[in-house]
């Protein structure tokens, strides 16, 4: 069970979230508003660096836009259609209207702080509550890592936005993820953002299951990638959501997890997009996401590991799902979809 850890922050947070709701509900009820007017609406009980958090914040989420630039820059609300509104996802429909906003938000933190501490990230989960919710700055923690927790959740408005727009896959979403969560700067041409890679990549892991030794699983060659990830985009689409079951679901999403990793289209950042782009059936389907614990990281990697290592590189010739022998990745995703579950279950009173 995840609980958030009080920090040395508890105080600020109790005595701004108030403030914070009021100012958005100014903002909601105004035509046009700089940081100076909103200051000054607050009667400076807080400071301008931390309205700019908040309005950040807001700009992610979907709730407020900006209009000019640096100081002119001034902010609104951000005009919402039916279709963007996330509280129409249907896994939803249980939920007393009240707390459907709490329940996306702690799906959204659970789902960045475990996908990306998967991947090395560093920061806690009340760390992750922190930045997405507040717009802190954790102390002595990289800028990276923050970067990649803000990437991330706007990876997940981004595939509930895909949803209610009842938009195709396609590869220029794929991409436009991929850019969402690789938030680095640097440029190499070598190593895309936002396209398919074009290097032949790999990594070592561990086969547990006959040598006990590392083996070196090679991902597939850069040449074959637009083929495979055709054929991958058209098999996720032509997916019934009606068919779709709790009792099947696991399956489904292992199967498209399994896939998208052991093509490896990207340089980096595939598990993070493998693990948003399989749930988007499921969220079709009126499911909500399936998570996978970080807590349980090694028996992850492991059930990823042998199925690539006994099903080899794919190329159009393999085909991308040579073999259905993930067996066990199947059994692992039915744990982790607990996760879920539990945290709706919760909210349903």
Request: glycine letters at 4%; a neutral charge.
């Amino acid at each position: 069970m995840y609980t958030y850890i009080e920090t040395k922050d508890t105080c600020y947070k109790m005595a701004t979230s108030p403030l914070k709701s009021i100012l958005l509900n100014k903002i909601a009820h105004s035509n046009k508003m700089s940081t100076s007017d909103m200051q000054n609406f607050l009667e400076e009980k807080v400071s301008q660096r931390t309205i700019k958090r908040w309005i950040n914040q807001w700009i992610l989420e979907g709730k407020v836009e900006q209009l000019g630039k640096n100081r002119f820059a001034q902010y609104q609300l951000k005009v919402q259609t039916s279709q963007d509104n996330t509280m129409q996802l249907t896994f939803l429909k249980n939920i007393p209207t009240h707390k459907k906003s709490a329940v996306l938000a702690e799906l959204r933190d659970l789902w960045t702080h475990n996908s990306t501490s998967i991947e090395g990230n560093t920061l806690t989960l009340g760390e992750t509550y922190d930045i997405l919710e507040y717009g802190l700055t954790i102390s002595g923690k990289p800028l990276k890592e923050h970067q990649e927790i803000i990437g991330h959740a706007k990876a997940i408005s981004m595939l509930y936005d895909c949803l209610l727009k009842n938009k195709p896959l396609d590869k220029d979403f794929i991409c436009q993820l991929h850019k969402t969560v690789q938030t680095e700067n640097i440029i190499d041409i070598y190593k895309p953002m936002g396209d398919w890679k074009l290097e032949i990549n790999g990594c070592r892991a561990m086969d547990y299951q006959n040598t006990q030794k590392p083996v070196y699983i090679e991902y597939a060659h850069p040449v074959h990638i637009p083929e495979l990830m055709e054929e991958y985009i058209k098999t996720l689409n032509a997916i019934d959501p009606q068919s779709i079951t709790l009792n099947n679901l696991p399956e489904l999403y292992a199967k498209l997890h399994m896939g998208f990793v052991h093509i490896h289209p990207f340089w980096d950042g595939n598990g993070r997009l493998a693990r948003l782009i399989a749930n988007l059936p499921l969220l079709k389907a009126g499911f909500p996401p399936l998570i996978i614990d970080t807590t349980q990281r090694k028996e992850y990697i492991e059930a990823l590991s042998a199925y690539q290592i006994r099903n080899g590189t794919l190329t159009p010739k393999t085909g991308i799902w040579p073999k259905t022998d993930y067996d066990e990745f199947i059994t692992f995703c039915k744990k982790s979809y607990a996760l879920t579950t539990d945290i709706l279950t919760r909210y349903m009173s």
